[in-house]
């Protein structure tokens, strides 16, 4: 079955730390996506890539790297962890056919804590 | 840019009651793909349903949608609404200018209570 499997699914970091994100997609899609959940804010945009060897900024990437060595796998780095990027984040992939018709799928996230 | 509005937090319901989420959306490009996303405690955030075609009604698991490029609106409703139907909301807007990029709303919380 298709799937969308993020790594860790707790993580609690100390400041100043570098955390690592991971992804995996067995969906072939080419776009995969890394997005944080806050109350208020919704889901937000941080980094997306059109497949391997790409990444591009989404609307929040400040304070945030991402690599995309595969198809299936797609990292969020967080070189030096604040307690502002505590949140719930969520990896997504999609394959936009038809123009904009693009069905994102989730990852179940990963609850970061930067303590 | 574009952005997606939702303007409940929270849309508190008795059991059987209707259902109408309102999501208002911007954007300068006439392609607009709505969506909405549900995102059940302990899962996925997953489609619900989605629509591009304007004045048309689209239906998914006793959800319904309608676009509406006139007044620039997607709202979700539901005849009568289900214990299960508590989650949260998401709506979100792509266009042929993002190439897959989904913006999303800040989503709406809806508690079902018997």
């Known amino acids: 079955e298709a799937a969308v499997t993020q790594s860790p699914r707790n993580k609690v970091a100390v400041t100043g730390g570098k955390v690592t994100l991971s992804c995996n997609q067995t969906?072939?899609?080419?776009?995969m996506y890394w997005y944080r959940q806050d109350t208020g804010h919704g889901l937000r945009l941080i980094h997306y890539?059109?497949?391997?060897?790409?990444?591009e900024k989404g609307d929040i990437p400040d304070g945030y790297k991402a690599s995309r060595p595969s198809q299936e796998n797609f990292s969020l780095i967080l070189e030096l962890a604040t307690p502002s990027q505590t949140s719930v984040y969520f990896c997504?992939?999609?394959?936009?056919?038809?123009?904009?018709?693009?069905?994102?799928?989730f990852g179940a996230g990963t609850r970061l804590s930067v303590l | 840019g574009d952005s997606v509005t939702q303007k409940e937090g929270l849309v508190t319901l008795t059991e059987g009651l209707p259902v109408m989420l309102n999501c208002t959306y911007q954007?300068?490009?006439?392609?607009?793909?709505l969506f909405w996303y549900v995102h059940y405690l302990n899962e996925s955030p997953r489609l619900l349903l989605k629509?591009?075609?304007?004045?048309k009604r689209t239906e998914h698991q006793g959800f319904h949608a309608t676009l509406h490029k006139s007044s620039s609106s997607f709202h979700l409703q539901k005849s009568s609404a289900q214990l299960s139907d508590s989650a949260l909301y998401y709506c979100?807007?792509?266009?042929?200018?993002?190439?897959?990029?989904?913006?999303f709303g800040h989503g709406t919380i809806l508690r079902v209570h018997p």
């Open positions: 629509s591009s075609t304007d004045n």
């Open positions: 969906n072939n899609h080419n776009n």
């Open positions: 890539s059109y497949g391997a060897g790409s990444t």
């Open positions: 979100a807007l792509s266009t042929g200018a993002n190439t897959g990029k989904l913006t």
């Open positions: 997504a992939s999609g394959d936009p056919t038809g123009g904009s018709q693009n069905t994102l799928y």
């Open positions: 954007t300068i490009y006439s392609n607009a793909f």
